[in-house]
C-alpha cells in the first residue's frame, strides 16, 4: 500500500521538499498522485487543506486516508508528467499555510483560555479563508468573559511559550491533561502548549505562542443554542484593524469630526434627520390639506357627494393616500385618485356624508387593471398590471357615481 511519510508532524515550517511519486489516483473526480512523503496538510481537523505546487503543476486540494496524501491536480494529462519513481520538486503556498497555522493555534489557545476563565468549553471549530470561529457551550456570552478570555490568551502569546507536537504511548496520554478526550484509535499526536493546554491535534502551529502574533475577538452571536465566537490571529487581526481604521477614517472625514468623536456625531446626524423628518411630515401634510382643498373647490357634484378624479405620478403611495383623505375630511368629499406605474395604483376616500363605499368603488376600479386591493368603506387601495387602463378604471368609478 502506498504509504506517505507526513513532513508537516515533525516540521510545520517545511515548505518546499522533494519527494518521490509512488501511486496515481482518482480523488473526488481529480487526478491525484501520492509521494513517499510530503509537507502537504491534507485537509482535517478544522483545518483546511494546503495549496500550492509539484514539479510547477498546481495542487488543487489536498485529501489524506489512513496513509496516504493524496495531491489532486487540474488534467488527467497532469499525472503523464510525473510517472511513478519520478522525484518531484514541492512548494507549498507558504502565506496560505503560516495565516492557518496562526489561526489554528490561535484557536487552541483561545478555546484554553475559555475554558480556564469561564469553564466554556468549545464544541466546535471553523477554519475557511473567510473567517474563524469556535462554538462555546453557552447560550449566553458576556462582555466581561470575552475580554477576560481574551487577554490570558494573548498572554500566553505574548509569553513565547514553545508550541510542541508528538505522538505518544497510551500510558503517556493517560497523564496527560487533555481537554477532551481523541478522536482516533491508534498513536495519539499531542500537541501542547507548556502549562496551559494539551490537545490531541494533526494539525500545523507555530514553535512558539508568540507567532500567533495576536488574538482578537471580532463578534459573538447565538448558534443553535450555543455561542458561536469569530475571532482574528496574527496576520488576519492585522488585517482587522486596518479595515476597521479605514472605514472610521472615512465615516470620521465624511463627519469632518475625529475618529475618537464618530459615535457622538453619529447620534447627533441621526438625532437631527429625525427631527427633519418629522419637520418635512408636518410640511407635507400641510401641503396636501391645501392642495386637497383646491381640488375640493373644483370637484364634481354626483348627488351629496363632492368627487375629485385625478392622476398623480409624482406622490409616493403614502401621500396619495394622505391627499385622499384630507378630500374626504370634507363634506361629501370623494377622492379617485389614480398612480401610473407597474403595477397602476387606485386610492379611494369616501366622507361618510358622501353616502358612497370606497372598497365597492375601487372593486369597479380594479375590475379595468384586473388587479387586487382592499380596505374599508372610507378608505380602500389597490393596484393592478393593466397600466394603460388607468384613465379608465377612473372613468368606470366615476360612472358607477352617476357619470
Ligand atoms: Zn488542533
Known sequence: MAETTRLYYDDAYCADFTARVIAHGTVAGRPAVALDR??????GGGQPADRGTLNGLAV?????????????????????????????QGAIAWERRFDHMQQHCGQHLLTAAFLATSGLPT?????SDGSVTIDLDT??????????????ANRVVWECRPVEARFVTAAELARLPLRKPPQVDGPVRVVSVADFDYSACGGTHPHSTGGVGLISVLRWSRQRGGTRVE???????????????AAAAGAAASLS???????????????AQKAMARELAVSQAALDASEALRCYAAALQRGPA??????????PLARLRSLAQQIAAQPGGVALIGAPGTPAQLVV?????????ARALLTTGLAMLEGRGGGTAQLAQGGGPRTERLEAALDAMLAALGG
Open 60 to 88: 488543487l486540494d489536498v485529501q489524506a486516508d489512513p496513509s496516504t496524501v493524496w495531491h489532486l491536480l487540474a488534467r488527467a494529462e497532469d499525472l503523464a508528467t510525473l510517472p511513478i519513481g519520478a522525484v518531484v
Open 257 to 271: 469630526v475625529g475618529v475618537d468623536e464618530l459615535p457622538a456625531a453619529a447620534e447627533r446626524v441621526v438625532a
Open 123 to 127: 464544541l466546535a471549530f471553523h477554519l
Open 306 to 315: 363632492r368627487v375629485v378624479r385625478l392622476i398623480r405620478a409624482d406622490l
Open 231 to 245: 475571532f482574528a490571529c496574527g496576520g488576519r487581526a492585522l488585517r482587522e484593524v486596518r479595515r476597521l481604521a
Open 38 to 43: 510530503s509537507a502537504f496538510y491534507p485537509e
Open 349 to 357: 376616500a369616501c366622507a361618510a356624508s358622501s353616502g358612497c363605499d
Open 139 to 152: 447560550p449566553a456570552l458576556q462582555p466581561a468573559q470575552v475580554r477576560a478570555a481574551e487577554e490570558l
